[in-house]
């Protein structure tokens, strides 16, 4: 199975702009959608990842990505699920 690790900043200044809350978003939609496509999917909070001015961030296996917000979520997920697969 192929595993994809989600990273994302729950640093100061991303909790500013709903890092939280977005974790807590691909949290919740991982769990409907392990399995599809033979990925499974971790998805875990951490320190700050260097690029502050530019949150909230995360890393997709080690690729940093920004994105708008929680709204984000989902385009997260398939992107995760569908191109950034990593031999596990
Ligand atoms: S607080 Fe998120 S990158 Fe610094």
């Keep these: 199975m192929t595993k994809v690790l989600l990273e994302v900043c ?3 200044a991303c909790s500013e702009v709903s890092s939280g809350e977005l974790l807590r978003c691909l949290q919740a939609g991982s769990g409907s ?7 499974e999917l971790q998805v ?4 700050c990842q260097g690029r502050c001015a530019i949150g909230p961030n995360l890393r997709i296996n080690g690729r940093p990505l920004s994105v708008s ?3 984000d979520a989902r385009l997260v997920l398939d ?3 569908e191109h950034e697969p ?3």
């Excluded at 959608?33 to 990925?39: E, I, K, L, S, Y």
Aim: aromatic share 4%; hydrophobic share 25%; net charge positive.
């Design 86 to 88: 990593q031999a596990g």
């Design 69 to 71: 917000g929680p709204s």
């Design 33 to 39: 959608r392990q399995g599809q496509q033979g990925t």
């Design 44 to 47: 875990v909070g951490t320190w």
């Design 10 to 12: 729950q640093g100061s």
């Design 79 to 81: 992107l995760a699920l």
